[in-house]
């Protein structure tokens, strides 16, 4: 049969359609960080999952390599949705060193997934133009799960450790173990927390350090005066007498974590997400957590990104993945990697499995102090602690 012009016509544009919705369908069903391929390039020859920002077909997501199980999995179920029109592709980059980039123009997400509001309000703080975030506006800001800080040893030493480190004295008590005021049966004390410019769970870390200190010297209402002061970094140096320095700790929160696991002998004891924890004693029982009192939470939360490379679909279409965060579903999903929801689901049972290695449901926290204390504490760390020459 011979076709007419106008039929030919009629046939290319069917044949296109198909073409282009089958696309589209393959697209969403793409794993997340599968689109685009790992290795291929982008137009600037550079490796396509280092790309500075979205491109118009997709919204780039960043969170830290510590919750990106978890977002994975909600991602790959987002993509998959017939409804969903823009897909979510994963970069993975600690918080810190994100909301540099984003201040820097040299990231421009879509969405991000800061561990502390402070972070979080500091970009909102920093960002030169319109506003690029409201932390108190949950359809631009939403905690979903979280997961509070806590000492991870093994059952043998936390026997010794818990009375010292459970306590409302616990930083004073590792002060007075590093210099050797109060012992240890095993001989050597040695513990390690993250490095604070490096990782969330090593700034939490001197938040609590410092939020101690300056309560007990009556100077809460000058925090960011403390964190500058000699007083504050003669007694920092003090309670990190005995600290261990190494490439894990230089690294982050998950390498300490697995140099840990690999040689408890390492350390005394080392400052871990309760996540972390859970996910260890559940492959090796010898382990055991002991909950500074007060702890630190560190969250996983969600920002739509409002910055002027967004477009109004982008924006639209990272609005409408908070919204599918917020399902108890995705609640749940949390539960997987140990983490506690805000809403939704609770770990209780999990927590309740493992209550002799020390776990529990309760604990208090401090309210963080803001981020120029902290940065500036952080500073003083690294050059007057880690880098110290000798």
């Given at each position: 049969?011979?076709l007419?012009?106008?039929?030919?016509?009629?046939?290319?544009?069917?044949?296109?359609?198909?073409?282009?919705?089958g696309?589209?369908?393959?697209?969403?069903?793409?794993?997340?960080?599968?689109?685009?391929?790992?290795?291929s390039?982008?137009?600037?020859?550079q490796?396509?999952?280092?790309?500075?920002?979205?491109?118009?077909?997709?919204?780039?997501?960043?969170?830290?390599?510590?919750?990106?199980?978890?977002?994975?999995?909600?991602?790959?179920?987002?993509?998959?949705?017939?409804?969903?029109?823009?897909?979510?592709?994963?970069?993975?980059?600690?918080?810190?060193?994100?909301?540099?980039?984003?201040?820097?123009?040299?990231?421009?997400?879509?969405?991000?997934?800061?561990?502390?509001?402070?972070?979080?309000?500091?970009?909102?703080?920093?960002?030169?133009?319109?506003?690029?975030?409201?932390?108190?506006?949950?359809?631009?800001?939403?905690?979903?799960?979280?997961?509070?800080?806590?000492?991870?040893?093994?059952?043998?030493?936390?026997?010794?450790?818990?009375?010292?480190?459970?306590?409302?004295?616990?930083?004073?008590?590792?002060?007075?173990?590093?210099?050797r005021?109060?012992?240890?049966?095993?001989?050597?004390?040695?513990?390690?927390?993250?490095d604070?410019?490096?990782?969330?769970?090593?700034?939490?870390?001197?938040?609590?350090?410092?939020?101690?200190?300056?309560?007990?010297?009556?100077?809460?209402?000058?925090?960011?005066?403390?964190?500058?002061?000699?007083?504050?970094?003669?007694?920092?140096?003090?309670?990190e007498?005995?600290?261990?320095?190494?490439?894990?700790?230089?690294?982050?929160?998950?390498?300490?974590?697995?140099?840990?696991?690999?040689d408890?002998?390492?350390?005394?004891?080392?400052?871990?997400?309760?996540s972390?924890?859970?996910?260890?004693?559940?492959?090796?029982?010898?382990?055991?957590?002991?909950?500074?009192?007060?702890?630190?939470?560190?969250?996983?939360?969600?920002?739509?990104?409002?910055?002027?490379?967004?477009?109004?679909?982008?924006?639209?279409g990272?609005?409408?993945?908070?919204?599918?965060?917020?399902?108890?579903?995705?609640?749940?999903?949390?539960?997987?990697?140990?983490?506690?929801?805000?809403?939704?689901?609770?770990?209780?049972?999990?927590?309740?499995?493992?209550?002799?290695?020390?776990?529990?449901?309760?604990?208090?926290?401090?309210?963080?102090?803001?981020?120029?204390?902290?940065?500036?504490?952080?500073?003083?760390?690294?050059?007057?602690?880690?880098?110290?020459?000798?």
């Amino acid at each position: 049969m011979k076709l007419t012009p106008f039929a030919k016509i009629i046939l290319i544009l069917l044949v296109l359609g198909a073409a282009v919705g089958g696309y589209r369908s393959w697209q969403r069903l793409q794993p997340a960080g599968r689109a685009p391929q790992p290795g291929s390039k982008n137009s600037a020859g550079q490796p396509a999952d280092v790309r500075s920002g979205s491109a118009s077909g997709e919204l780039q997501f960043i969170t830290s390599a510590s919750k990106k199980g978890w977002i994975v999995e909600q991602i790959d179920k987002f993509n998959a949705l017939e409804s969903t029109r823009i897909p979510v592709v994963l970069k993975s980059v600690e918080t810190r060193e994100a909301m540099h980039q984003i201040l820097d123009g040299k990231a421009k997400p879509a969405l991000w997934s800061p561990s502390s509001v402070i972070w979080a309000d500091r970009l909102a703080q920093a960002y030169q133009g319109k506003s690029i975030l409201d932390t108190s506006d949950a359809n631009s800001y939403r905690v979903i799960l979280r997961t509070p800080l806590v000492f991870l040893t093994t059952k043998e030493k936390a026997s010794v450790l818990r009375p010292l480190l459970g306590s409302t004295d616990c930083w004073a008590n590792i002060r007075d173990l590093s210099e050797r005021k109060k012992r240890v049966p095993w001989g050597n004390f040695k513990w390690a927390h993250a490095d604070p410019l490096n990782a969330n769970s090593g700034m939490l870390s001197l938040a609590l350090i410092l939020a101690d200190y300056a309560d007990r010297t009556g100077q809460s209402g000058s925090i960011e005066t403390v964190a500058n002061s000699a007083g504050f970094i003669s007694y920092l140096k003090s309670v990190e007498k005995r600290f261990v320095y190494n490439t894990a700790v230089e690294k982050g929160s998950s390498a300490l974590v697995a140099s840990f696991v690999e040689d408890p002998s390492r350390y005394d004891f080392i400052v871990a997400y309760e996540s972390d924890g859970l996910r260890e004693v559940s492959k090796n029982s010898g382990l055991a957590v002991i909950y500074p009192n007060p702890t630190a939470n560190s969250e996983s939360a969600v920002a739509v990104l409002d910055g002027d490379w967004v477009t109004p679909e982008q924006k639209a279409g990272a609005d409408t993945f908070l919204k599918f965060l917020a399902q108890p579903e995705a609640a749940r999903d949390g539960l997987k990697e140990h983490f506690r929801p805000v809403r939704g689901a609770s770990l209780s049972s999990e927590i309740s499995r493992y209550g002799e290695n020390g776990f529990r449901d309760s604990y208090s926290s401090i309210e963080l102090p803001p981020y120029a204390a902290l940065n500036a504490a952080a500073f003083k760390w690294r050059i007057e602690i880690a880098k110290k020459p000798g």
